[in-house]
């Protein structure tokens, strides 16, 4: 449990200070009335009920959220490392920050979003860019406020092939020896934890296939693809709020990977100043 805590929690942020108490012990029974589901968690399927702004995940956790604190308790046998991910990526909805499943590229306090589906190629673009000198902040696992527009990454790696190593940062092969891999055999590099204080997100750009027109259903899917959906009332209704100020901030087209680093940089550039 220190480790998940430690994971999500140890960035320090600039927002208002929320109160999470964590208790071990028998869980609040859930009432006849909590509708029931079965959620699948990285090939563990877990019962799920939901009412108001309660939480049961299996017998293991239950929290009740709220915008200012929560409370959560686990049964003294703990419980499955995806199980709190659940609960502590809901506790952060609930609290107006966003998840987006996208890699985050900074430069000072302006970073850039890239977002797609699995395999579209957002780690080598992490790559590239930090290759030209840009600070990756996250992987594929951010979180964005959105009433202050800060954004900030949980990953302490960036996880790449071995190829793509080879192909785009072949000055870092020396130092890959001491890096791990991932179970599915992928480098670990380790990268700088957190960003720099009120780091705001200037831009979130999709990669797809090809450049694309987005068209007004696309833009609110493809922002609904990148957060998840919430579970809890006040994390829904946060999340709703969160993606009509994140909308703007959408690109208007979809970007190739060719296209998505070029983009991404000119995006990062010092802003020229006015002349006198």
Not at 35 to 56: M, Y
Not at 248 to 272: D, H, M, N
Request: charged share 20%; proline share 6%.
């Amino acid at each position: 449990m220190d480790a998940e805590l430690r994971e999500f929690w140890q960035t320090k942020v600039g927002s208002p200070r929320r109160e999470i108490f964590l208790n071990l012990g028998t869980l609040p029974a859930a009432p006849k009335n909590a509708p029931s589901r079965l959620l699948l968690l990285i090939g563990r399927q877990i019962e799920v009920r939901v009412l108001g702004d309660e939480l049961w995940l299996g017998e293991q956790l239950w929290v009740r959220s709220g915008q200012l604190g929560a409370e959560v308790c686990c049964v003294p046998e703990g419980a499955p490392t995806e199980a709190w991910a659940l609960i502590f990526t809901e506790l952060h909805r609930a609290g107006g920050w966003l998840p987006l499943h996208a890699s985050v590229i900074a430069a000072g306090q302006r970073a850039v979003a890239l977002t797609g589906v699995s395999g579209a190629g957002k780690s080598t673009a992490a790559l590239r860019l930090y290759t030209a000198g840009r600070q990756v902040i996250a992987e594929d696992r951010a979180f964005w406020h959105a009433a202050s527009g800060e954004i900030r990454g949980l990953d302490t790696h960036l996880r790449v092939y071995d190829d793509s190593l080879k192909q785009f940062a072949p000055d870092l092969l020396s130092s890959a020896g001491a890096w791990d891999r991932d179970a599915h055999g992928k480098l670990r590099m380790p990268i700088q934890i957190g960003a720099p204080h009120r780091t705001q997100l200037i831009q979130l750009l999709l990669l797809s296939v090809r450049r694309e027109e987005l068209s007004a259903p696309e833009r609110v899917r493809a922002l609904w693809e990148t957060t998840g959906v919430p579970l809890t009332t006040t994390a829904r209704e946060q999340v709703q709020r969160g993606i009509a100020r994140l909308l703007p901030l959408l690109a208007p087209c979809s970007l190739s990977r060719k296209e998505v680093v070029s983009t991404a940089g000119e995006l990062l550039s010092p802003i020229p100043m006015p002349e006198n």
